[in-house]
């Protein structure tokens, strides 16, 4: 079983309209989440940590379930730059090792 | 602060060659780590290092090997090039457990 696991799309929305993407984790010990962002050819870049609280940037919002080990972002009002490819990320503590997922490709359509 | 660095950006090796990618971090950070990421594939851990004189294993380590003399440097080595070594190379740098930083990667070719 993977570690991490997300819907690879691809996600095709118009601009100004609201998308959600999921994630899963296996291991229930996993300590700290990530969302990075990867533009086509690029290297990924963090996007925002994700709190058990829930934690909010501007346009986006993410969340954390432990109980169901599942992670999800939010992005509001979406932006033809918002297009890229994003990756859940977690990691264990014990490990010192951080798992991605495949990443959800997203295009925002003019 | 130029982050994380390495080079090349390109490469295109013969089956059974050899050869070092080099990376590069001005950040002083202790945890390091080179990834390797296949076309619609995430990126899978090769090797980490966790300060100067310690690395480890990753997820998938056959083929290639790692040193870490220096907090500064962490360079990836390639012995007997495989086709299955076709892919893009990104090393990273962070302070465990939070965010890591990404070089701009290396594209390798085995032919």
């Known amino acids: 079983r993977k570690e991490v696991e997300q819907d690879p799309g691809p996600f095709n929305v118009p601009e100004g309209a609201t998308v959600a993407f999921n994630c899963t984790y296996s291991?229930?010990?996993?300590?700290?989440f990530f969302w990075y962002r990867q533009d086509c050819r690029k290297e990924p870049k963090l996007l925002m940590s994700?709190?058990?609280s829930g934690n909010e940037d501007g346009r986006f919002t993410a969340q954390l379930n432990r109980a169901s080990q599942y992670i999800s972002l939010l992005i509001r009002d979406s932006k033809l730059s918002d297009s890229a490819t994003y990756l859940c990320?977690?990691?264990?503590?014990?490990?010192?090792?951080?798992?991605f997922g495949t990443g959800t490709s997203l295009t925002v359509i003019p | 602060n130029a982050g994380v660095t390495q080079t090349p950006k390109f490469r295109i090796l013969k089956i059974g060659q050899s050869m070092t990618l080099q990376c590069t971090q001005d950040?002083?950070?202790?945890?390091m780590y080179w990834y390797r990421q296949d076309p619609g594939m995430g990126l899978k851990l090769i090797y980490y290092s966790v300060g100067a004189g310690i690395t480890d294993k990753g997820e998938v380590p056959n083929g290639y090997n790692v040193s870490r003399s220096t907090t500064e440097d962490f360079p990836l080595r390639l012995e007997l090039a495989a086709p299955s070594q076709t892919s893009v190379y990104f090393c990273?740098?962070?302070?465990?457990?939070?965010?890591?930083?990404f070089g701009p990667g290396t594209r390798l070719t085995v032919l």
């Open positions: 950040m002083n950070h202790n945890y």
């Open positions: 994700v709190y058990s």
């Open positions: 291991n229930s010990a996993s300590q700290s």
């Open positions: 990273a740098s962070g302070g465990f457990p939070n965010e890591q930083f």
């Open positions: 990320v977690v990691n264990l503590y014990t490990g010192n090792q951080f798992y």
